[in-house]
């Protein structure tokens, strides 16, 4: 067994076959719900990443119980609440709200919830979305299940994919970013080729079906995947059976899941090691550029085949750092960046007392102090007029 060959004293002779019965069955381990974390090089450098820092295993282990049960459903509404507490719909529910609660808690028990439909709405900054609201009731609930899930679907996914998730976010991932070009740049010594792609209508080409059969690979308990298939089918896009709503708490997660499949295809099966994605931006830095045009056709396949998703074909492009490459909202350069035009032109035009302070902390995230001036220009005219 893996625990006897980890007791010998002959340890270093054996981790290679410590390694394989790890990670050379994943099939096995995902159908029988075992999962495995293991930091292991053979440099034994621990200080650069080497040595065997730590092997646990980890099984999905909650049950349909533990996410419906009261104290869940109360530990959920105090998170979801933060932030909410004077919007009218919230404090309808928080009138009554153990008999809400407890009445949610026994439609779960006797299976016959049900979810309600959505409130749709659109935003226009910074581009026009579609946005639909869920009641508070199902928002409570897509709560108590996140609380339960997150954790162990956090452990799964790679470590730079940086969309919805704790201890990550746009500004981690922007960092990353200039470490890989300056690794592989050597520090302007080398030429870093950047991939960058988009998919084409991310969330509303989400396929359920797909997504349901990756969840039930890691999650034993019917009762949770019959719920997970109640919330996943309340919305359907322009076509049945695809598409998760922009604004759900639980489309964050799941997306996160059905793109992992594609992160480790990128990681495995093409070896890629300078790999960043976020929600549906991804890139990948490589010295050869015969090399990223070749795995560009395999990136498709792979979406098209098992995600059912696909490239946008006018935002794939392969340039390198000196003449600019654009992610995430800025505009990256060998030594600085800057934003992005049209995101420029909408900050001076829309300035107010409202946003100039987030206007403000966002550009010194980068090379904006001639910006930041007009900023606050375009603010004190409009400030002094009124």
């Known amino acids: 067994t893996i625990a006897s060959m980890l007791s010998t004293k002959s340890l270093s002779m054996r981790l290679p ?27 034994g450098k621990t200080r650069w990443g080497g040595g065997l820092h730590r ?13 419906i049960s009261v104290e869940n459903l109360l530990a959920a509404w105090k998170e979801f609440v933060k932030g909410k507490r004077r919007r009218h719909d919230v404090q309808e529910f928080q009138l009554r709200l153990m008999e809400h609660i407890l009445t949610l808690h026994e439609c779960l028990c006797n299976r016959t919830y049900r979810h309600d439909s959505y409130r749709h709405f659109k935003i226009y900054e910074p581009k026009e979305r579609d946005i639909h609201k869920a009641t508070v009731r199902d928002r409570l609930l897509h709560r108590a299940l996140y609380r339960i899930l997150y954790p162990f679907f956090d452990q799964e996914f790679i470590y730079d ?15 990353r970013f200039y470490s890989f070009a300056s690794w592989l740049g050597e520090n302007g010594k080398r030429t870093c080729y950047i991939l960058k792609c988009d998919i084409r209508k991310f969330f509303a080409n989400i396929d359920h079906a797909i997504l349901l059969n990756i969840q039930a690979r890691s ?25 998760l709503p922009l604004g ?15 992160d480790q295809f990128v990681k495995d099966e093409l070896k890629v090691k300078y790999y960043i994605r976020y ?23 792979f979406l098209s085949e098992k995600l059912r998703l696909a490239l946008h074909p ?19 350069f060998p030594n600085h960046r800057v934003l992005r035009t049209a995101t420029r032109r909408r900050m001076l035009k ?24 007009r900023i606050l220009a375009s603010y004190s005219s409009t400030h002094a007029r009124t």
């Open 248 to 262: 759900n708490l639980t489309s964050q997660l799941f997306v996160n899941i059905y793109m992992n499949e594609f």
């Open 279 to 301: 929600a549906d931006d991804f890139v990948i830095f490589s010295q050869n550029k015969d090399f990223l045009y070749s795995i560009i056709s395999l990136l498709s396949r």
């Open 350 to 373: 829309r300035v107010n007392e409202h946003n100039f302070f987030s206007y403000v902390g966002l550009c010194k995230h980068g090379n904006t102090f001639a910006l930041q001036k």
């Open 17 to 43: 076959i410590v390694y394989r019965c790890v990670f050379g069955n994943r099939s096995w381990m995902r159908r029988h719900n075992w999962y495995a974390f293991f930091i292991f090089s053979n440099t």
């Open 161 to 175: 994919s940086y969309s919805c998730r704790v201890g990550k976010g746009t500004h981690l991932a922007l960092n």
């Open 55 to 67: 092997i646990f295993f980890m099984k999905f282990i909650h049950t349909f119980g533990e996410v």
């Open 314 to 332: 006018d935002k794939i492009s392969i340039a390198t750092l000196a003449s600019g490459v654009d992610f995430l909202g800025w505009v990256h």
């Open 219 to 243: 999650i034993p308990d019917t009762d949770i995947l019959r719920l997970l298939k109640e919330i996943i089918n309340s919305f359907n896009s322009e076509t049945t059976g695809k598409g």
